[in-house]
């Protein structure tokens, strides 16, 4: 009788000790080169610990800067240190990826103040959002003490269901009696409170922190320390930190990228059998997370921003950089046609660039004319050995008879 499919897999000789420390929801015991910005969410949450409502605070910095990571840490101590002294203050951290409405959000909020022994929970959906907001105010009240409200990720529920949300949150001490809150509002997007009510951007930005990207020396220091509780001693040649490092510095900076390129390069040299991770096993990481970030999206865009990215990228076959918005509509257009959608306004495809530029397939710089006014110039960020053609090929039929159409183009004078 053969064995167990995985007798072999489980014989092998691992390179991890514990592959959790290099997952980006792990919480090191300290955190490397983010002491300013401890300090200032520090200085300003100690306010709670004294009884005090804390200003509220808006914390940007681009993907993988270590902000989710930072306040989660900070919030920690706080609470800590208020079991400590009997000073009752709770963090609530809401992803508004995820919970992305108004009513979804104080219904996650009311029920993460629920007790384990109490059952009645606000309903996913059914309730007027004012009887929702005014059940998360009660339970604040019957808990007492102050609250600490993260919004992670509050650019995208800004862009999706506006800022009547942030009003409500940032008011909410006028309907409180025994309990306090603040509330902290961690973005991506330097410019998201452009799209707030004025008042609102009054209330919510009373302290910003920005939290520059990690260069490459300080996402060594960073690898290094979670390859010593993650990794077998000597698992690692010396090239692969500062490879994986700098390929996340040119990411922006980016612990995550940097983090998922050590830990795939490990799984990659485990697969071969290899007793330790080289150069090799990094460049075939990065090809696998490219994809694997990549493939999604693209599958996943609406049937007009496929169009208008099969535009660029039919510009890009033909040889054209720096492609203008005129150059993509023109294209857009003629591809419209032919799969028989009606084609936008050229305003509303400048829209969806800006929409695939905040994803990352594109860059999309505006540049002035003089007096011909001011235009976009349009790159695409998709990797080489990404096959984006082939990846909206798949998820839509239509998408081929795009690419395979020849295409006039205008030249350029």
Known sequence: MSGNIFD????????????????HDFRPKNLPHRQNEIEKLSFNLVEAL???IPSNMTLYGVTGAGKTAVTSYVCDELEAKGREINRPVQSIMVNCRQIDTQYRVLSHLGNSLLESHEIDEIPFTGW?????????????????GVFVIILDEIDHLVRKAGDDLLYNLTSINASLKSARACVIGISNDLKFTDFLDPRVRSRLGQSDVVFNPYDAMQLQNILRQRAQGALVEGALDDSVIALCAAIAAQEHGDARCALDLLRVSTEKAEQSGDQCVTQAHVRMAQHQLEADQMHP???SLPSQQKLVL?????????????????????VYAQACRYVRQNPLTQRRVSGLISNLDMLGLITARTVSRGRYGRTKEINSCIPQNIDAEGI??????????VFERPYRHQSRL
């Open 392 to 401: 909206m090929v798949e998820s839509e039929a239509q998408m081929k008879e």
């Open 310 to 330: 099969a535009s660029i990228l039919l510009n890009e076959r033909n040889g054209l950089r720096n492609i203008q918005t005129g150059e993509v509509y023109d």
């Open 8 to 23: 072999d897999f489980l014989s092998r000789k691992t390179l991890f000790v514990d592959k959790e420390v290099l997952r």
């Open 128 to 144: 007027p959002t004012d009887r929702v907001f005014g059940e998360l105010v009660r339970r604040m009240d019957k808990r007492g």
């Open 50 to 52: 004294n009884g005090h």
């Open 297 to 299: 999206v693209l599958s």
